[in-house]
């Protein structure tokens, strides 16, 4: 079913050499302007302590940079939250951008968003987004054809319960935001953390649900309005995938591919493997990033480079992140 890794992997490595911090998580990616991989992940003592801090490593000449903290929940001299799920987004010949949640808990956060003109080495300071505007909750925004950034946004009303799916756009980069309507928001189905394909005949998001799997819906007006969720048949323990379109090819899938038990929140999160699909129907495994084993290798982000490569990072046992670079021109769809 799996190629072998060596005729698809460039590289595999970790992306802090000495951790100084007991935990690392949620992990996003993206290519500068000048064509570095920058990374960006959550790290502190444990998820969801006041300590915790957005950290943001570069990838120059081969080596990553050692990791510092661009952002933390400090709001005065006593009070302090969280910071969670950043999202990388290059703006096309333009600013770096990333956005990133801040409060004590999901139910309860907030959107802020941190700018660099310089490629990742210096930040504006912090712009907490409009009231109802979270911005991207794990995956990364989409530019559509017609000039909107779409980000796709879930919320959690509780933490196994009440899980919606919306969509915020900008036509200008954050500055203003439309709020879209909340993907089929009769259905039973609890599902957050969307992805968005691009297909000729419109959008695709892939998410995960507490069903025992990904879910799909599809829309034909860039994102104003989706078909009801269903599922994929694709299997997942209710842990956090990625997926991105590979211009005129297919697209690329990095999931957990297990199931959870139906008594349980969440499975496994092992393995982590890389589907790929012509249509975003019918997926085929091509790649096992981490075989099944104790341990949490889980929360991909994934981009395609302009020479056309696969990037991933995700969670590596909590405590870093795992890259992996794929050439994107041995991948058969």
Not at 8 to 18: A, T
Not at 202 to 224: C, F, M, P, T
Not at 273 to 284: E, L, R, Y
Request: charged share 25%; net charge positive; aromatic share 10%.
């Amino acid at each position: 079913m799996c190629l072998a890794q060596d005729k698809l992997v460039k590289v595999k490595e970790l992306v802090v050499s000495d951790p100084y911090f007991k935990e690392a998580h949620a992990s996003t990616l993206t290519e500068t302007t000048t064509g570095d991989i920058i990374v960006a992940f959550f790290a502190g003592t444990k998820e969801a302590n006041p300590d915790v801090e957005i950290m943001v490593s570069k990838l120059i000449k081969g080596k990553w940079t050692p990791p510092k903290s661009v952002a933390n929940g400090i709001q005065h001299s006593k009070k302090r939250y969280p910071t969670w799920n950043p999202v990388l987004y290059q703006i096309p010949h333009g600013k770096l951008q990333l956005y990133y949640k801040v409060g004590p808990s999901p139910q309860t956060w907030w959107g802020e968003l941190i700018e660099s003109a310089d490629g990742g080495e210096t930040w504006s300071k912090p712009r907490r987004l409009p009231e109802d505007i979270l911005g991207p909750i794990k995956n990364k925004p989409v530019l559509l054809s017609n000039g909107v950034l779409l980000s796709p946004v879930s919320t959690e009303v509780k933490h196994d319960a009440g899980w919606k799916i919306h969509f915020e756009a900008t036509k200008d980069y954050g500055d203003t935001w439309e709020l879209y309507d909340v993907v089929d928001s009769s259905s039973s189905i609890n599902a957050i953390q969307p992805s968005i394909l691009i297909h000729k005949e419109g959008l695709q998001l892939l998410a995960r649900s507490l069903d025992d799997g990904i879910v799909e819906s599809w829309s034909y007006d860039n994102g104003k309005s989706w078909t009801p969720l269903k599922s994929t048949g694709l299997l997942n323990p209710n842990s956090g995938t990625d997926a991105v379109t590979v211009p005129n090819k297919g697209h690329v899938l990095v999931y957990n591919n297990i199931g959870k038990p139906a008594e349980r929140w969440s499975g496994p999160r092992s393995p982590l493997n890389v589907a790929v699909s012509k249509d975003g129907k019918s997926w085929k495994d091509i790649l096992i990033l981490e075989e099944p084993q104790r341990g949490e290798f889980s929360y991909p982000s994934v981009i395609v480079d302009r020479k056309g490569d696969i990037h991933i990072t995700y969670t590596y046992k909590r405590k870093n992140v795992m890259y992996v670079h794929i050439d994107g021109k041995k991948i058969k769809y």
